[in-house]
Every structure is written in structure tokens, then in C-alpha cells.
């Protein structure tokens, strides 16, 4: 059984090439480590393949990190909950923030000023948004280039009456609304990225493995370079000190 989970894995498959890999792939990577270090004879070919199965492991474990990412990403992304269609038009097409300040500020505005016209354009489709729920009338005008504050003032009041409302109510229920879903909006997009910081923080075993494991593969690739090395000297005649015998001590 444990034979079978690792060739499935695919983390200490006797086969280097697991699923999403090609034997192109490997025989490419390898080639390339072989035409680098240039070994003579089967002893130092065998490092060298050791050492390109050490880093193509390595790599493996690392794609294996990001699609875990990925894939805790796509769910967080499922789980989150969708924005009301109506509520995302809205967003998508208005700058709800520019319409409240807007709105917050026409009673105090001089009715001689000009206004520009994304400005009276975004408080206009906000107000209608929030005021009609049935077709928007024929004769109501939409806001045009040269329209100052007052014109948007006497628009929002025949958008008043048609609605039975006072334009300070009309006001005032539109940018509460307004408010209100610019507060939802917060709400989703702080808790998505909230779950989102969690995802990138791995789980305890999952971390634990990957980092023994691609500690071992730096461990075994170091010893076959320096095999590699003593083997590549030696055969070209160095004379190499004896190694260094390090003997434990119980004192």
C-alpha cells in the first residue's frame, strides 16, 4: 500500500516522471545537467542523474505547494457569497462614494454653480435606482453637459413628487441606501481577504513534509556533488587530502 501511495504522489516515485510530467520533459532536464557537469563513466553519470532527479523532485514538491494554493484559493472563491445582481450592476456602473458626496452636499451648494456632468450623471442614476422600482418616466430628463445645481435640484424635486416623496427624503433614503451596500460590499471583501490570508498559511503536516522533503533532496544532492567532484578530480590526476574523520564523543 505505502509502495502504491508513493508512486501516486509522485514525491519518491522510483519513476521520475509523474502526472503532469512528460518523459520529454525529464529527458530535456536531464540532458542539460549531463552536457553541464560532463561526466566520463557510468560512476559519475550516476551522480549527475542522481543529482537532476534530486532537483526535478524538488520541483515537483513546489508545484505541488502552489496547486494546493491554488486549489484552497478556488474554494474560498466558491464560498464566498455573491453579490445580489441588481447590487453589482449598480456597483459595476456608478461610483457610489462620488453620488453620496454628491448628494450630501447639494443643499449647500450655490444653485448658479456649474456641475460637472459625471457628477450630476452618477447622483442621477443612484437616485433613480433607488427611488423608481417600475420604468423611469418619459418626461424626466436626464442631467445634460450644462446643467448647474440648480437644474439637479429641480430634477430630483419632479423626481419627488412623481415618487410622492419630498426631495430631502429622496435625498436622505438614497444615501442611506447607497451607504448601506457600499457597506456590504466592505463586508464580502474583508472576509475574502481575510479567508485568503489563511489560505497562504499551509497546513501544519503538509509544511512539516514538504520541508523534510525537500531538505532530504538539498542533503542528497550536496553528497553526490561532492562525490561527483572527488571522482572528477581524482580522474584527472589531483592528489586529494584524506577526509576528515569525525569520531562522537559520550565524555
Not at 509502495?3 to 512528460?22: D, F, K, M, Q, Y
Not at 505547494?65 to 445580489?84: C, D, H, K, N, Y
Request: aromatic letters at 6%; one cysteine or more; a negative charge.
Amino acid at each position: 500500500m505505502s509502495a502504491r501511495n508513493a508512486t501516486i504522489n509522485g514525491l519518491t516515485s522510483a519513476n521520475p516522471v509523474a502526472g503532469g510530467e512528460t518523459e520529454e520533459e525529464w529527458e530535456t532536464f536531464l540532458q542539460g545537467y549531463l552536457e553541464y557537469f560532463d561526466p566520463v563513466g557510468v560512476p559519475e553519470e550516476a551522480l549527475v542523474t542522481n543529482m537532476a532527479l534530486d532537483v526535478w523532485r524538488k520541483r515537483r514538491i513546489q508545484r505541488y505547494e502552489t496547486g494546493l494554493l491554488r486549489t484552497r484559493f478556488e474554494v474560498i472563491q466558491a464560498s464566498v457569497p455573491a453579490t445580489p445582481v441588481d447590487e453589482q450592476l449598480l456597483i459595476d456602473n456608478v461610483d457610489l462614494e462620488l453620488a453620496i458626496g454628491i448628494l450630501e452636499g447639494l443643499n449647500e451648494l450655490d444653485d448658479s454653480q456649474p456641475l460637472d456632468i459625471e457628477q450630476a450623471e452618477q447622483a442621477a442614476l443612484v437616485a433613480l435606482y433607488f427611488g423608481c422600482s417600475g420604468p423611469i418616466p418619459d418626461w424626466l430628463p436626464f442631467p445634460q453637459p450644462n446643467w448647474s445645481v440648480a437644474d439637479l435640484h429641480q430634477w430630483t424635486g419632479a423626481l419627488a413628487e412623481y415618487l410622492g416623496s419630498t426631495p430631502a427624503e429622496l435625498v436622505t433614503s438614497t444615501i442611506n441606501k447607497a451607504r448601506r451596500i457600499l457597506g456590504r460590499r466592505q463586508k464580502r471583501l474583508t472576509a475574502q481577504a481575510q479567508q485568503e490570508r489563511q489560505a497562504l498559511i499551509p497546513n501544519g503536516k503538509v509544511l512539516d513534509l514538504t520541508l523534510r522533503y525537500e531538505a532530504a533532496r538539498d542533503r542528497s544532492r550536496h553528497r553526490d556533488q561532492s562525490d561527483l567532484e572527488v571522482l572528477q578530480r581524482t580522474r584527472m590526476g589531483e592528489s586529494l587530502p584524506p577526509p576528515i574523520r569525525l569520531e562522537a564523543s559520550g565524555d
